[in-house]
């Protein structure tokens, strides 16, 4: 019995049908990056302090004076969450003109009662600025950046909704189904398109072709059926959750870099493109596994160096950030190809997108570790860089898909190793 590859040989591999669903496809996620890290500009924490309300009639040396300077780091800077004691302050100023006779250390403070005053140096305004999402609402920054990304995903869904009335369905996923006229007319479609002629007995090949799948409906627990599958599906949900919280908290630490925030954001942009290049060339020859993991762990060991710099090497920590953005952005290519390519036809779907849910909590949960950077620098690079090798370790446990027919069915998966063994006990008990 011939199975769906050789049914569909007749439309060749790369004709004007496959060419107009690669455009439909590319042009469907096109304006995801633009949403997706215009957080990087629009979620920015411009530099600020508290508000001196300007009825207070203070004369410009004790207005200089209201703010108490703080440690932070290694140098000493005005504080951006409290102020000293304003009616404490303008009791002084009537008492002593000059304010450099009153040890003013000595006033207590109180936090910023009448908001805040930001520098527009950078940026006129960000939502951070406009919600005064500082100081004890520090929380509320990453907060927000994540209901942001939830935001995404909800756009994404209704994206693809709005790309299913354009793009047509896959004719192998008809197929499982038992929706044989849906995938002949697609065939038939794509051959017109193509400019060839359809075999005589396509219809009847179809037929026999949905004889060798279960006419049943999968859910979500189909993909952890078996041992085999539990292992396999955690695998996979951990690494895609790693990778996307590392790729997206990689794009919003530009900010944070040396140089200007514009430049770095475009460099960041720019990297993606040859790392997409060789993605494409390691998935026309290379292992999927070893490509997979040998990009996530150079990505996650090059973070870890950025702990080793010196401050004046700061463009030297910058190129490392790139480098470590550029492997992970060839392992999130990959994955996406490697996942489709583990999972059967009649689950295939499901899976990749629960896979691509769980990379959606992952790019939830990035500004948090984004954010550990006010705790200390290189924490965030930390985090990234063990839980990227990490990823790495756990794709070696993952069966080789390069040069492997498409699994059509449950049976049909690979099996990693020791699961024939935990297998067998199962169903010998």
């Not at 935001?151 to 299913?164: H, I, N, T």
């Not at 691509?356 to 965030?380: A, E, K, N, T």
């Given at each position: 019995?011939?199975?769906?590859?050789?049914?569909t040989?007749?439309?060749g591999?790369?004709?004007?049908?496959?060419?107009i669903?690669?455009?439909l496809?590319?042009?469907?996620?096109?304006?995801?990056?633009f949403?997706g890290?215009?957080i990087?500009?629009?979620?920015?924490?411009?530099?600020?302090?508290?508000l001196?309300?300007?009825?207070?009639?203070?004369s410009?040396?004790?207005?200089?004076r209201?703010?108490?300077?703080?440690?932070?780091?290694?140098?000493?800077?005005y504080?951006?969450?409290?102020?000293y004691?304003?009616?404490?302050?303008?009791?002084l100023?009537?008492?002593f003109?000059d304010?450099?006779s009153v040890?003013i250390?000595?006033?207590?403070?109180?936090?910023?009662?009448?908001?805040w005053?930001y520098?527009?140096?950078?940026?006129i305004?960000?939502i951070v600025?406009e919600?005064?999402l500082?100081?004890?609402?520090?929380?509320?920054g990453?907060?927000?950046?994540?209901?942001?990304?939830?935001?995404?995903?909800v756009?994404?869904?209704?994206?693809?909704?709005?790309?299913?009335?354009?793009?047509?369905?896959?004719?192998r996923w008809?197929?499982?189904?038992?929706?044989?006229?849906?995938?002949?007319?697609?065939?038939?479609?794509?051959?017109k398109?193509?400019?060839?002629?359809?075999?005589?007995?396509?219809?009847?090949?179809?037929?026999?072709?949905?004889?060798?799948?279960?006419?049943k409906?999968?859910?979500?627990?189909?993909?952890?059926?078996?041992r085999?599958?539990?292992?396999i599906?955690?695998?996979?949900?951990?690494?895609?959750?790693?990778?996307?919280?590392?790729?997206f908290?990689?794009?919003?630490?530009?900010?944070?870099l040396h140089?200007d925030?514009?430049?770095?954001?475009f460099?960041?942009?720019?990297?993606?493109?040859?790392?997409?290049?060789?993605?494409w060339?390691?998935?026309?020859r290379?292992s999927?596994r070893f490509?997979?993991s040998?990009?996530?762990?150079?990505?996650?060991v090059v973070?870890?160096?950025i702990?080793?710099?010196?401050?004046?090497l700061?463009?030297?920590s910058?190129?490392?950030?790139?480098?470590g953005k550029?492997?992970?952005?060839?392992?999130f290519?990959?994955?996406?190809?490697?996942?489709?390519?583990?999972?059967p036809t009649?689950?295939?779907?499901?899976?990749?997108?629960?896979?691509s849910?769980?990379s959606?909590?992952?790019?939830?949960?990035?500004?948090y570790?984004f954010?550990?950077?006010?705790?200390?620098?290189?924490?965030?690079?930390i985090?990234i860089?063990g839980?990227t090798?990490?990823?790495a370790?756990?794709?070696?446990?993952?069966?080789?898909?390069?040069?492997?027919?498409?699994?059509?069915?449950?049976?049909?998966?690979?099996?990693?190793?020791?699961?024939n063994?935990?297998?067998?006990?199962?169903?010998?008990?």
């Amino acid at each position: 019995m011939r199975d769906y590859d050789e049914i569909t040989a007749f439309l060749g591999e790369w004709g004007p049908y496959q060419k107009i669903i690669f455009f439909l496809l590319s042009l469907s996620i096109f304006p995801n990056g633009f949403c997706g890290l215009s957080i990087v500009f629009v979620g920015d924490i411009p530099e600020h302090r508290c508000l001196i309300p300007g009825n207070l009639n203070l004369s410009e040396a004790w207005m200089n004076r209201t703010i108490p300077l703080e440690q932070d780091k290694d140098k000493l800077q005005y504080s951006k969450c409290r102020r000293y004691r304003l009616d404490v302050i303008r009791n002084l100023s009537e008492i002593f003109p000059d304010p450099d006779s009153v040890n003013i250390s000595e006033v207590g403070q109180e936090p910023c009662l009448d908001g805040w005053v930001y520098s527009k140096e950078q940026y006129i305004s960000t939502i951070v600025s406009e919600w005064d999402l500082v100081c004890n609402d520090d929380w509320k920054g990453p907060f927000v950046m994540s209901v942001f990304f939830m935001g995404v995903l909800v756009g994404s869904l209704c994206c693809g909704q709005l790309s299913d009335r354009f793009i047509p369905k896959s004719p192998r996923w008809l197929i499982s189904k038992g929706r044989i006229q849906e995938a002949e007319a697609i065939l038939q479609y794509a051959a017109k398109k193509n400019g060839v002629n359809p075999p005589v007995m396509l219809i009847n090949d179809l037929k026999l072709e949905v004889m060798r799948h279960e006419k049943k409906h999968y859910s979500v627990i189909d993909m952890f059926r078996n041992r085999n599958m539990q292992a396999i599906g955690v695998i996979n949900i951990v690494v895609w959750m790693f990778t996307s919280a590392g790729y997206f908290a990689l794009s919003l630490s530009t900010p944070n870099l040396h140089g200007d925030d514009y430049l770095n954001c475009f460099i960041s942009a720019v990297v993606e493109v040859p790392a997409y290049v060789t993605a494409w060339l390691f998935l026309q020859r290379s292992s999927r596994r070893f490509s997979l993991s040998g990009s996530l762990f150079l990505g996650g060991v090059v973070l870890f160096f950025i702990r080793l710099m010196s401050s004046n090497l700061s463009a030297f920590s910058t190129a490392l950030v790139m480098i470590g953005k550029f492997c992970t952005t060839i392992a999130f290519a990959i994955l996406y190809v490697y996942t489709v390519e583990l999972y059967p036809t009649t689950i295939r779907n499901l899976s990749v997108g629960v896979s691509s849910m769980f990379s959606r909590v992952g790019s939830i949960c990035s500004p948090y570790i984004f954010y550990l950077g006010i705790h200390y620098d290189f924490l965030p690079y930390i985090l990234i860089g063990g839980s990227t090798v990490f990823s790495a370790i756990l794709v070696l446990f993952l069966p080789e898909t390069l040069n492997v027919p498409l699994p059509e069915t449950i049976n049909q998966m690979q099996k990693i190793k020791g699961a024939n063994c935990v297998n067998t006990q199962n169903s010998i008990s």
